[in-house]
Structure formats: structure tokens, C-alpha cells
């Protein structure tokens, strides 16, 4: 299973930025998915994940509000809008796939990851 990020770039505060998760493999559908960001000399953490179905999503705190996680099963695809950008949301995000449709927080979970997408905030 490959998945490729994309969409990063940079943008001012307040600014509002899409990444996308292109999945290679055709059951894509039964997978969990979720997002994570590792910021410059910290730890990756959790953004945000959405079931198979795409019925059920979860939100770190600290994006709650103004990151909304989606997916399209027929583009094999998982996206995450980001909207009012801060500066502390400057990270590299990756996607990760669960194939067993979990629903978790823990990075342990997920058994498949892209190479993640550069997000710079600038203030």
C-alpha cells in the first residue's frame, strides 16, 4: 500500500490550505484513515481521522473547528481542509492508513504511512 500527500505549501495566518491523500490499493474503502503533523523538534502527533465510511470523524483539540477531514472512496482519496491557519499548525503532515478500520489516536494503529507534505504558517 503507498499513499502520496500533497497540497502543502506555504500561507499566511488565516489562510486556508487542502491536502490530499491518494491511496494505491483498491480496497481503500474498508480502510481507516487518518492524518498527523510532526513539527520541527516535537513529537508526531494526532490531527485528525475518519472511519471507512467516512460517517464518523475525530479532531485533535487544537484543530477542532477549523480542520475538516473527508474522503472519497472512489478516488481512493482522503482529504483534510484546513482553514484559518495558525502558525503553530506549521508541520509536516502525513497520512496513514489502518486496514483493519480501527478508529485511534495512537501512530501503533496505523499500519501504513506517506511521506508527508510540508505546511508553513507564517505569521
Known amino acids: 500500500v503507498q499513499l502520496q500527500a500533497s497540497g502543502g505549501g506555504l500561507v499566511q495566518a488565516g489562510g486556508s490550505l487542502r491536502l490530499s491523500c491518494a491511496a494505491s490499493?483498491?480496497?481503500?474503502?474498508?480502510?481507516?484513515m487518518g492524518w498527523f503533523r510532526q513539527a520541527p523538534g516535537k513529537e508526531r502527533e494526532f490531527v485528525a481521522h475518519?472511519?471507512?465510511?467516512?460517517?464518523?470523524?475525530y479532531y485533535a483539540d487544537s484543530v477542532k473547528g477549523r480542520f475538516t477531514i473527508s474522503r472519497d472512496n472512489a478516488k481512493n482519496t482522503v482529504y483534510l481542509q484546513m482553514n484559518s491557519l495558525k502558525p503553530e499548525d506549521t508541520a509536516v503532515y502525513s497520512c496513514?492508513?489502518?486496514?483493519?478500520?480501527?478508529?485511534?489516536?495512537?501512530?501503533?494503529?496505523?499500519?501504513?504511512w506517506g511521506q508527508g507534505t510540508l505546511v508553513t504558517v507564517s505569521s
Open positions: 475518519i472511519t471507512w465510511s467516512g460517517s464518523t470523524t
Open positions: 490499493v483498491r480496497i481503500f474503502s474498508s480502510y481507516s
Open positions: 496513514a492508513a489502518d486496514p483493519y478500520g480501527r478508529l485511534s489516536r495512537s501512530t501503533n494503529m496505523y499500519n501504513y
